[in-house]
């Protein structure tokens, strides 16, 4: 009788994770005029004054704004002189997100695995001191003329980086319950979806999580496809979006045009009380898209129990959506500047960790509608 013995049980193999990231750092935008920027993210979405850096702190070209909420940074930044690559950004596309700083223990090592895997070098790994310590910074281009930039901070304690000195305003408005970023989507150009995916697989070491085509995401008269990419520990969501062809004009067509290229399209922010946050940010002036009423009539169908109650979502235009894991609460604002460009998204997620692919229906709806008001449809 032969005897086999079984082969110790090996570990599943785990690859180390070769980019492994804390979150994100910031998001910075290039923006016509800073000062204004900060004034109305500052009045409009509760943003907190943070740190300032321009010629009064040694910069010569630009001058920056970095306002916090939570875990939410953003820098806004503007040109001050003509001829430089931020001022060709500005013309280009007009106000926009350049940068997703992303945190990391090892800067130097998010550079080196990143581009020894493809990523095209914006910064080379580079070590900026102050009397609060030691920031190091780099960073590789994505798509469009959007960058990564690899933020490790461990060994700094001054308020935002060396070259910011802390912001102090009288004019200080409460915050709106913004928490952090939970996704920050990409628009990117016909048949480019897949190739970026590819980007985020083989230089960032991401996953496609969720995939979505033109029949989950399409109205009578246009579609969009979208791919979610994830990394390893869930902390980074990037979807990227790709037109898709449509009776009429696609919602990614439009952006495109008119950002003159590819970029990110929104930003989206988690909330712990999603009513109490837009309440606050409607009374702010915040604009939302408008939900046509009969959105609601079939809702407590389809997503059962949920511990809001429905009149009030109703009321703000919240959407709902199910899934396997719980439910989630979304909405999303009007673009932020006249270009149909970039725009926010408020979040609540109760259990789900999924996107609302039921109320893209709804939502597209929404959005041509205000397409077809611009004459873009
Ligand atoms: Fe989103």
């Given at each position: 009788?032969?005897?086999t013995?079984?082969?110790?049980?090996k570990?599943?193999?785990?690859?180390?994770?070769?980019?492994?990231?804390?979150?994100?750092d910031?998001?910075?935008?290039?923006?016509?005029?800073?000062?204004?920027a900060?004034?109305?993210?500052?009045?409009?979405?509760?943003?907190?004054?943070?740190?300032?850096?321009?010629?009064?702190?040694?910069t010569k070209?630009?001058?920056?704004?970095?306002i916090?909420?939570?875990?939410?940074?953003?820098?806004?930044?503007?040109?001050?002189?003509?001829?430089n690559?931020?001022?060709d950004?500005?013309?280009k596309?007009?106000?926009?997100?350049?940068?997703?700083?992303?945190?990391?223990?090892?800067?130097?090592?998010?550079?080196?695995e990143t581009?020894?895997r493809?990523?095209?070098?914006?910064m080379?790994?580079?070590?900026l001191?102050?009397?609060?310590?030691?920031?190091?910074?780099?960073?590789?281009?994505?798509?469009?003329?959007?960058?990564?930039?690899?933020?490790?901070?461990?060994?700094?304690?001054?308020?935002?980086?060396?070259g910011?000195?802390?912001w102090?305003?009288?004019?200080?408005?409460?915050?709106?319950?913004?928490?952090y970023?939970d996704h920050?989507?990409?628009?990117?150009?016909?048949?480019q979806?897949?190739?970026?995916?590819?980007?985020?697989?083989?230089?960032?070491?991401?996953r496609?999580?969720l995939?979505?085509?033109?029949?989950?995401?399409?109205?009578?008269?246009?579609?969009?496809?979208?791919?979610?990419?994830?990394?390893?520990?869930?902390?980074?969501?990037?979807?990227?979006?790709?037109?898709?062809?449509?009776?009429k004009?696609?919602?990614?067509?439009?952006?495109?045009?008119f950002?003159?290229?590819e970029?990110?399209?929104?930003?989206a922010?988690?909330?712990?009380?999603?009513?109490?946050?837009?309440?606050?940010?409607?009374?702010?002036?915040?604009?939302?898209?408008n939900?046509?009423?009969?959105?609601?009539?079939?809702?407590?169908?389809?997503?059962g129990?949920?511990?809001e109650?429905?009149?009030?979502?109703?009321?703000?235009?919240?959407?709902v959506?199910?899934?396997?894991?719980?439910?989630?609460?979304q909405?999303?604002?009007k673009?932020?500047?006249?270009?149909?460009?970039?725009?926010?998204?408020?979040?609540q997620?109760?259990?789900?960790?999924?996107f609302?692919k039921?109320?893209?229906?709804?939502?597209f709806?929404?959005l041509?509608?205000?397409?077809?008001?611009?004459?873009?449809l």
């Amino acid at each position: 009788m032969q005897t086999t013995i079984a082969a110790p049980k090996k570990a599943p193999a785990v690859e180390a994770d070769f980019l492994p990231l804390q979150g994100t750092d910031y998001i910075e935008f290039y923006v016509g005029n800073a000062r204004q920027a900060a004034h109305f993210y500052k009045t409009a979405f509760g943003f907190q004054s943070l740190a300032y850096s321009g010629p009064e702190t040694g910069t010569k070209d630009r001058a920056s704004y970095a306002i916090c909420q939570n875990k939410l940074t953003f820098v806004l930044t503007t040109p001050i002189r003509p001829n430089n690559p931020i001022a060709d950004h500005i013309a280009k596309h007009g106000d926009g997100v350049k940068a997703i700083a992303l945190k990391v223990e090892d800067a130097t090592s998010a550079w080196n695995e990143t581009t020894k895997r493809g990523g095209k070098s914006f910064m080379k790994p580079t070590t900026l001191t102050d009397d609060d310590g030691e920031l190091v910074m780099s960073g590789i281009h994505t798509y469009g003329e959007v960058v990564h930039l690899f933020i490790e901070r461990e060994n700094y304690n001054g308020v935002f980086m060396p070259g910011f000195r802390k912001w102090e305003s009288v004019y200080n408005p409460p915050e709106a319950g913004l928490l952090y970023c939970d996704h920050c989507v990409g628009n990117v150009g016909w048949n480019q979806m897949n190739p970026w995916v590819k980007f985020y697989e083989d230089v960032m070491g991401f996953r496609n999580i969720l995939s979505f085509d033109d029949k989950d995401i399409s109205t009578e008269y246009s579609a969009l496809m979208s791919k979610v990419m994830s990394n390893g520990n869930g902390f980074v969501k990037f979807p990227i979006n790709e037109p898709a062809e449509g009776k009429k004009k696609s919602q990614v067509e439009e952006y495109l045009e008119f950002y003159n290229g590819e970029g990110v399209q929104h930003v989206a922010i988690a909330t712990k009380d999603i009513v109490k946050t837009v309440t606050d940010l409607q009374k702010r002036g915040v604009e939302f898209l408008n939900i046509p009423s009969t959105y609601y009539d079939t809702l407590p169908d389809r997503v059962g129990h949920i511990d809001e109650d429905f009149e009030p979502l109703k009321r703000l235009g919240i959407l709902v959506d199910r899934d396997d894991e719980g439910y989630l609460l979304q909405i999303f604002t009007k673009p932020v500047e006249d270009r149909p460009t970039l725009f926010f998204e408020i979040i609540q997620r109760k259990g789900a960790k999924s996107f609302g692919k039921g109320n893209f229906k709804a939502l597209f709806e929404a959005l041509e509608k205000e397409q077809e008001a611009r004459g873009n449809l």
